[in-house]
């Protein structure tokens, strides 16, 4: 069982700068692999960054490559998303996302999910 709490969202211009950050409570964080979706105003859930539970490798979809950074301190159980160069196609919820299986979380079938945290971009 993992509780994933998300933070550090909020309104940003364009061009700017976010950190959003996934606190996980539970049994075998570092077990996990850990990723970001986001659902911007009327658009279905978008994959947006995975990395693998020892931080080998990290994935991202081709709208935030480049821009977006996935990292995760298994030491402070914790992920987190650096998000730069932001865009107002940026704005959603975005939600944390854990499981022991990539590809189930890869494809949002994955066992657990933060509530959220609104992003906003402004232009």
């Known amino acids: 069982q993992v509780q994933l709490v998300e933070s550090g969202g909020g309104l940003v211009q364009a061009g700017g700068s976010l950190r959003l950050s996934c606190a996980a409570s539970?049994?075998?964080?570092?077990?996990?692999?850990m990723g970001w979706f986001r659902r911007a105003p009327g658009k279905e859930r978008e994959f947006v960054a995975a990395i693998t539970w020892n931080g080998s490798t990290t994935y991202y979809a081709d709208s935030v490559k480049g821009r977006f950074t996935i990292s995760r301190d298994n030491a402070k159980n914790t992920v987190y998303l650096q998000m730069n160069s932001l865009k107002s196609e940026d704005t959603a919820v975005y939600y944390c996302?854990?499981?022991?299986?990539?590809?189930?979380?890869?494809?949002?079938?994955?066992?657990?999910w933060g509530q959220g945290i609104q992003v906003t971009v402004s232009s």
């Open positions: 539970g049994r075998a964080f570092s077990s996990r692999n």
């Open positions: 996302a854990a499981d022991s299986s990539l590809a189930e979380l890869r494809v949002g079938r994955n066992d657990y």
